[in-house]
């Protein structure tokens, strides 16, 4: 079974200032991990992914994740929040195929 | 290039009647995934076809069907349907590269059941 843990029902942060969003994954083997965006009443949108590789993985809007096996995380990072970046941010996890399990989620409201 | 596309985008229902969904992936994607997104259970897997077959099937009961055309476009069907199924409907699509690639989603199907 796979699963993925979001402790953190919402963060806020300062316009600027550095923010993270934290994920951790439970998958039997490898793991492949996913960062999504979704915006209100819209799908979700694909940030970045970690396969394999490099453990800092770069993605879409100037955001980055960085990979930790030993803690079995994956923290979605950005070094300086926009008020644009304010969104509903899911992690998943695969352990191979398209099923996708995710997290439930973290409100990132990033204010002036 | 297109994104994924589903079609309805807002859907009304009754309890008791059935729901067809339909989804177009972007053009060259061969694999469609189905997710259901509720506040209370929040995104979950239903299914993802390729190639006009099953490849994969979540925990849903089978009242939730799928197909998926020569074309790639799919379906999906929820007969008999509760309250409980009100929920935004996802579909996915993807490259069938033999790795794990991302999937992009369309804008969701909003079904109301009342």
């Not at chain 1, 991990?33 to 394999?52: A, D, E, H, S």
């Not at chain 1, 994956?74 to 997290?103: E, I, M, Q, R």
């Amino acid at each position: 079974a796979q699963s993925v843990a979001q402790p953190e029902d919402q963060v806020n942060v300062a316009e600027g200032n550095p923010l993270t969003v934290k994920c951790t994954y439970s998958v039997s083997g490898n793991p492949y991990l996913f960062w999504y965006v979704q915006y209100p009443n819209r799908g979700l949108q694909f940030l970045l992914k970690y396969i394999t590789g490099d453990n800092l993985v770069k993605g879409s809007y100037g955001f980055e994740a960085e990979f930790n096996k030993s803690q079995t995380s994956f923290h979605l990072k950005k070094p300086s929040a926009l008020v644009s970046d304010s969104a509903l941010y899911f992690c998943a996890v695969t352990g191979g195929g398209n099923k996708l399990t995710f997290g439930t989620g973290t409100q990132l409201k990033v204010e002036l | 290039k297109a994104g994924v596309t589903q079609t309805p985008r807002y859907l009304i229902k009754t309890r008791g009647q059935q729901v067809t969904l339909s989804c177009s992936p972007i053009s060259g994607h061969r694999s469609v995934s189905w997710y259901q997104q509720t506040p209370g259970q929040g995104l979950q897997f239903l299914f993802e076809y390729f190639s006009e077959t099953q490849r994969n099937k979540g925990n849903f009961p089978g009242r939730f069907s799928g197909r998926q055309f020569s074309n790639s476009r799919s379906e999906m069907n929820v007969s008999t349907l509760e309250l409980g199924d009100s929920a935004l409907y996802l579909c996915a699509s993807s490259l069938p590269s033999g790795r794990v690639d991302e999937q992009f989603f369309g804008p969701g199907t909003r079904l109301t059941v009342l």
